[in-house]
Structure formats: C-alpha cells, structure tokens
C-alpha cells in the first residue's frame, strides 16, 4: 500500500501509537513492560536552484528546487517507538517511521527492530535490524530535538545514505582514568533502494568499531568500518563499456562496483558545557570503484541565550577523478563513435555527482517547550568545478560548479 501524503502517513503511525498503548502489558504498575514513545519533525525547505534538487539523502528521487522551489519532504517525518522491558537484561524495540522513501511515497517502514541482551551492567549485545552509527550524530540524526540545526551537516551526512545495519551490535563500556569509553562492534549487511534505476545497492560483509570517549563536557568519536559493495543495475553501463574492446574493459574493471570494498574513517569531537557548544567531524569514505575518495567534514558552534541558540556551521566536502576522458573515440569507426560519445557522457554524469563544496550555515533555534524546538536556518553552498556538489535529480542545462542557497524552518518535537 502506498501512502499519498504526510497526513495519511501520521494518521496511521498515530492509530498504531493508539494501539500500542491500549494493548500495554506492565509487569507492575511502577514499571511497565510495555512503552511508547517517538518523534517527529515538520520541515520546510525553500532553493533557488533552477535544474536540480537539493535531499538530504541521494536514495530520495526529489527535494526542493527543481521538482518544487519549495518542499516540506526533504525534513518532515513523524516516527512511533515502542519499547519493551521483558526482565531487567532482556528488551526489544520496534520503531517505525513515516519519511520520503526512495520510490516518492511516504509509506512507513521498519527503522529498528532489534533484541537486546544485557549481560552485565557494562557488556551487552543486540540482534536486528538497528542504526548504522557511522557518524557522531548517527543514532539521533532524525531526532531534530536533539541537535541545534535544522538537519545534521549535508557535506558530511550525505556521504552516504546507508542508516540501518541487519546484523548484531556489541556494546561495552569500561573507565580508564577520569574517561569514560563506549566501544562498539557490529556485523551485518545492507539493502539500499534506488530511485534512479529501481534497483538496490547491496553491503554484504559490513563490519564497524568505533570507540567513544567522555571526560566531562568533552566527547571524542572514532570509527572504522569495511563492507562489500554491488550495485547491480550499473552492470549493463560497464557491460555496454567491454564491447569496446581493451580500453573499455579497463575502464569498466576499474569503476565497476561488484563485490569492490568500501572503507569508512571518521573521527569527531564535541564540547558541551551547557552555556556553549562546538563541534566537529570529518569522515571519509575510499574505494577502488566508481566511489573513489569521498570526504565530508564540519565545524560548528553556538551559544544560549535562554531559549534562543544562535549557530554558525562551516562545512565541506571534497572527492577525486570528476571527470575520465573515456573512450578514445579517435581511434574507432565511425559507426561507432555516436554510441562511445553516449557512454563517455554517462560515466562522467556519474563522476560529476561526487560532492566538492563550501557551505556556511547560520541559525537559530527556539526551545518552545522542553519537547518542542523550532529553528530556521540559512545556507549559502559554493560547488566546486565539474560537480553537482550533494544536489540530485541534476536535470539538463544544469552547469556544474556555481552555488546555491537555502532557506529551511522546522518544528522538532518528541513525545
């Protein structure tokens, strides 16, 4: 069943919180097995870009600027969470979420279903389907409450698009010192639906461990993380590039993602005393595939003025090889040189969409009400020469390079 707007969408996440709740099973009345709670956010987002969207994900198939100036499906969500305490170490949760998928609808689906063991008060493992936490802001990157701007930082969360993980989830904790450190090791895979072709990325053999470090205000994150990497619907494009002979199998074997592995490093920092914050992050991610070198990085700062936060983000993104020559049409029939002109053309639209950019952001955020914020923010993006920078649905007659801006308000609320 598909669903045809954000309003069909929160009323059956509503009917299910309602049911949930009525069919609460507590074990006493203090503490119940059972709890609901979740989250939301309505968005709107305005850009002046003319023939391209700007998401905050590449699996969405639009965004705000060509499709609409103005779009509310780039931030608006609205999630459930029900929470289960079955004994004091045994607890399972199951969140579902109501988003723009990659197909256009707003058809809810699984974020998390997972089973959690406690072990002991510093050791315990989880098996389901859980968040992928690759960067610092991973497991509350949806929950726009808990952060100051109106989304986590484009440059770097656009890096990729995988959010969830099907596998198991190690977690212990242990003081060394004055520091508290959280590590964590996972394994599992994941689908990834896209718009462009229908298909689906598949990760297999995904494996992370990160380690987060807490000495008072101060939190330090590091992370590692490998996967094997297909994407199927690519194949007919390199496929298409071996009936060329040498120079085109060599330039399919060397862009081709099938089986290829793709490592992730990222490292982030934040200080948070309480009248202030900065924060920081840089992550990276390397392949020897069409992916190639991607970076991702952001600085950011504010201050509390009561309930107004003022905020000024600067952040970037950068990549390698924008552009290939292809094939070397010179030297084929010329019967042949319409179709190798199209192939090169592709490969290098492909390139072109690798994030190199400059973005600066300013905000602010409003806390109406402990579980209510509301925020408005500004970007101003510089794309580097031969990129798209993050925008997607790149329409004909778009010029790579040159800027665009951004105007965003949100309302962020959990319940």
């Known amino acids: 069943m598909s669903l045809s707007s954000p309003r069909q969408s929160a009323a059956i996440l509503a009917i299910g919180t309602l049911l949930f709740a009525s069919a609460g099973i507590s074990g006493d009345a203090e503490a119940p097995m059972f709890t609901v709670n979740g989250f939301g956010t309505f968005g709107v987002v305005h850009s002046d870009v003319d023939n391209a969207d700007f998401s905050i994900s590449s699996e969405r198939p639009t965004g705000a600027g060509y499709t609409r100036e103005s779009s509310f499906k780039v931030d608006s969500l609205i999630a459930v969470q029900l ?8 607890s399972a949760v199951l969140q579902a979420m109501s988003e723009q998928n990659y197909d256009g609808t707003f ?6 279903a997972s089973f959690k063991y406690q072990f002991t008060p510093e050791f315990s493992v989880q098996i389901g389907r859980s968040t992928l936490p690759l ?23 656009h890096l990729t698009s995988a959010a969830s993980l099907d596998g198991i989830t190690i977690n212990y904790r242990m003081h060394l010192g004055q ?13 990834l639906k896209l718009p462009d072709s229908g298909g689906s990325a598949k990760t297999r053999k995904l494996w ?24 199927p619907t690519a194949n007919q494009l390199w496929d298409a590039f071996r009936q060329f002979g040498p120079q085109g199998v060599a330039i399919a074997n060397r862009y081709e993602l099938k089986q290829n592995r793709i490592s992730y490093l990222g490292v982030g920092a934040s200080y948070d005393p ?11 991610l390397f392949s020897h595939s069409i992916v190639g070198r991607r970076i991702g990085w952001y600085a950011s700062g504010g201050y509390r003025f009561g309930r107004l936060t003022p905020y000024l983000t600067f952040s970037g993104g950068d990549a390698n090889n924008l552009s290939d020559p ?17 192939l090169n053309a592709t490969l290098n639209s492909i390139l072109s969409r690798k994030p190199v950019e400059r973005t600066v952001s300013i905000g602010t955020r409003w806390d109406v009400r402990p579980n209510i914020a509301f925020k408005m923010q500004f970007d101003h993006t510089n794309i580097g020469a031969g990129s798209s920078g993050v925008l997607i649905n790149v329409r004909p007659g778009f010029v790579l390079g040159g800027s665009f801006n951004l105007v965003s308000a949100a309302i962020h609320f959990v319940y």
């Open 107 to 112: 058809r809810p689906h699984l974020e998390w």
């Open 274 to 284: 309480g009248q202030w914050f900065v924060a920081t992050e840089w992550g990276g």
């Open 179 to 191: 520091w508290t450190h959280s590590l964590q090791l996972l394994a599992g895979r994941n689908d």
């Open 135 to 157: 960067f610092q802001l991973s497991d509350s990157r949806k929950v726009g409450l808990t952060f100051p701007w109106v989304r986590a930082p484009a440059d770097l969360y």
């Open 208 to 231: 992370m461990a990160s380690n987060t470090a807490e000495l008072g205000s101060l939190t330090v994150r590091i992370v590692a993380a490998d996967s094997e990497v297909t994407t």
């Open 83 to 90: 929470n289960a305490a079955f004994t004091p170490k045994a």
């Open 326 to 342: 292809g094939l070397d049409v010179a030297t084929l029939p010329s019967y042949l040189v319409g179709p190798a002109t199209g």
